[in-house]
């Protein structure tokens, strides 16, 4: 996941202090998830999933297509 959550935000010319703000989180917290050092919770993937408009199984390296669901 560490790697999915580092991609996704270079991919998006983004800082890691912007996706701790994405995520309402503070960017220690976001390093950590970043560096594998911690997993994000649940709720915390499903905002990321919103903002980059992949689905959760991409982040979590269950699939490499980067679509969401469709509802």
Known sequence: MKTRLRELREDNDLTQEK?????N???NSYIRYENGER????????E??????V?????????NKREPYER
């Open 25 to 27: 989180i503070g960017k």
């Open 48 to 53: 990321f999933a919103k903002y980059y408009n």
């Open 19 to 23: 996706c701790a703000k994405i995520a």
């Open 55 to 63: 689905s959760i199984d991409y982040i979590a390296k269950l699939t």
């Open 39 to 46: 997993t994000p919770p649940l709720d915390t993937i499903i």
